[in-house]
């Protein structure tokens, strides 16, 4: 079985295009109707039998620590009321998990937000989740599904998705040979290509399960894409090793870092009534 036990969530990022209401409040705090988006995160990660939740933040994110703390005195307020209820979705999620933080000072990229994890992961494989990417599915949670596979092929897994070509350059893509359905050995990835240099469309979404590896790597990769260390990047050595899969998952993505995205998100989730 797995040895994965532990999700790393990246979430020091400044959400700049949802300013003004990410000045004083986490990106990762904003709700889809009632729950903040990197709950819904946890609860996935939890699904995925997920126990150790390793969050990266930075200055400015306290709210994301409290959220998943006891607030002793909303618990006595509300304590017999008939809205005690509503305490019972992070009551649970406080039972069963363990949270560990620690900061990112400086706004480096995303590979090293990674490395800034690596004192909470250790070196185990492990599931990293972007809660702005928001996943929704009928069945198993998008990372179950990708412990699965790791369970099989024992590497780097990526998420893919196809996205339209006129928005590759918004994500990391992938190359590589479709091994499987919906399966593909990668040979290739680069970081927001531009649209008429990108090899295909098969876009990486915020699930990843990495090897432990990826923390050297990481350290011996220069600056990539926008002067930040790129996690794209590290992967490609992977890659080249033939260490990582691409895995189209079964189910919905909402792009929460832009406001389309965020508002279809909350839209989709007050008709299924998935915030429940
Ligand atoms: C990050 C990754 C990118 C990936 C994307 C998914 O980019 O660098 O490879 O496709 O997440 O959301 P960001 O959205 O942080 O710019």
Redo the contacts with the bound molecule.
């Keep these: 079985m797995t040895a994965i036990s532990k999700c790393l969530f ?1 979430a020091a ?1 400044y959400g700049t295009r949802f300013l003004p209401a990410t000045k004083a409040m986490p990106k990762e705090m904003l709700p889809i109707v009632t729950k903040p988006l990197i709950q819904y995160g946890v609860e996935e990660a939890m699904d995925a039998g997920i126990t150790g939740m390793a969050i990266v933040t930075g200055r400015g994110k306290r709210a994301i620590e409290d959220h998943f703390d006891i607030s002793y005195e909303l618990e006595h307020q509300i304590a017999g009321s008939d809205q005690e209820s509503l305490l019972d979705g992070t009551r649970h999620i406080r039972d069963k998990c363990r949270f560990s933080y620690t900061r990112q000072a400086e706004m480096k ?3 090293h937000a990674i490395l800034m994890g690596q004192s909470l992961i250790g070196n185990n494989p492990f599931a990293v989740i ?1 809660a ?2 928001y996943c929704v599915t009928e069945g198993p949670g998008v990372l179950a599904q990708m412990i699965r596979l790791y369970d099989q092929y024992r590497c780097t897994i990526v998420a893919i998705e196809e996205v339209p070509m006129e928005e590759i350059s ?4 992938i190359e590589g040979e479709e091994a499987e359905e919906g399966i593909f050995r990668v040979s290739n ?1 680069v ?2 290509p531009s649209p008429d240099s990108a090899s295909s469309n098969l ?4 699930r990843y399960i990495l090897t432990p590896d990826i923390f050297q790597i990481l350290e011996n990769t220069a600056p990539g ?1 926008s002067g930040e260390i ?3 990047d590290a992967l490609l050595t992977q890659a080249h090793a033939g260490n990582v899969i691409g895995y189209k998952f079964d189910g919905r993505r909402f ?1 929460c ?1 832009s406001i389309d995205g965020f508002i279809e998100a909350t839209n989709h989730t007050y008709k299924s009534r998935n915030y429940e």
Excluded at 170 to 173: A, E, L
Excluded at 203 to 206: E, M, P, T, Y
């Design positions: 990246p990022g990229g995303l590979g972007l702005d990417d918004r994500y990391g893509v990835m970081e927001k876009a990486i979404i915020g894409k790129q996690l794209t792009d870092g």
